[in-house]
């Protein structure tokens, strides 16, 4: 039972564009939401979170909006960058649970 | 302030083998999860410690063990391993144990099973 998705394996964006990756939820208990960017041989690096009681949180140029209704998730970063280009996850969890949920994660590739 | 340290990176073990991969928390955390990614997946939830005590477990058999030390570090153990136990473990640190908290993960240890 995959809770949460991310139904695009990859996604090749221009530099300077924005860049939108997207993933779906199941289960409308989740509570708050992250996302995390993973570089090959590294582990997975904290990126931003939302609380299920927002729809939107920014930090400079990544931008996360939730859409309870539609149990959606989305990470938008703009501009973008050759760095940005990384598998992100998203990650879904519950207060009072202990373990974050993830996607499969989208293959973002950032082309000059 | 340091980050979440593994050992080893990477290890290679035989079918029936026993395993065990350390962690070493981010300063400052009190607990430790253990994530399994197959190739091409996201991390499993394996277990959670929090102050020594298993604090929570995901959909693996009890081979899969682990422990938690005074000062937080922690290890996960797998006995008799499978080759389907080939995987990339990440340990991941966090502050408080209760759900909710930001968790940040360690470079992971990559372990191939023949």
């Known amino acids: 039972d995959q809770q949460v998705k991310q139904n695009s394996p990859s996604l090749s964006v221009q530099e300077g564009r924005i860049s939108i990756l997207n993933c779906d939820y199941t289960?409308?208990?989740?509570?708050?939401f992250l996302w995390y960017k993973k570089y090959p041989a590294e582990g997975p690096t904290f990126l931003i979170s939302?609380?299920?009681?927002?729809d939107k949180n920014e930090d400079g140029r990544f931008t996360v909006f939730l859409n309870k209704s539609a149990k959606h998730l989305s990470l938008h970063i703009v501009p973008s960058q050759p760095g940005d280009s990384a598998v992100y996850f998203c990650?879904?969890?519950?207060?009072?649970?202990?373990?974050?949920?993830f996607g499969q994660g989208t293959r973002l590739t950032i082309n000059p | 302030e340091t980050g979440v340290t593994q050992s080893p990176t990477h290890l290679i073990k035989t079918r029936g083998q026993q395993v065990t991969l350390r962690c070493s928390s981010q300063s400052g955390h009190n607990t430790v999860s253990w994530y399994q990614q197959a190739l091409g997946q996201g991390p499993q939830f394996i277990f959670q410690?929090?102050?020594?005590?298993?604090?929570g477990r995901g959909n693996f058999p009890p081979r899969f063990s682990g422990l938690q030390f005074p000062n937080y570090s922690s290890e996960l153990n797998v006995n008799a391993l499978e080759l389907d136990d080939s995987a990339l473990y990440l340990c991941?640190?966090?502050?408080?144990?209760?759900?909710?908290?930001?968790?940040?993960f360690g470079p992971g240890t990559r372990l191939l099973v023949l």
């Open positions: 410690y929090y102050r020594e005590e298993e604090n």
């Open positions: 939302i609380s299920s009681i927002k």
């Open positions: 990650a879904a969890g519950l207060q009072g649970a202990q373990k974050l949920v």
């Open positions: 991941a640190s966090s502050f408080g144990g209760t759900g909710g908290e930001t968790q940040y």
């Open positions: 289960n409308s208990m989740f509570d708050y």
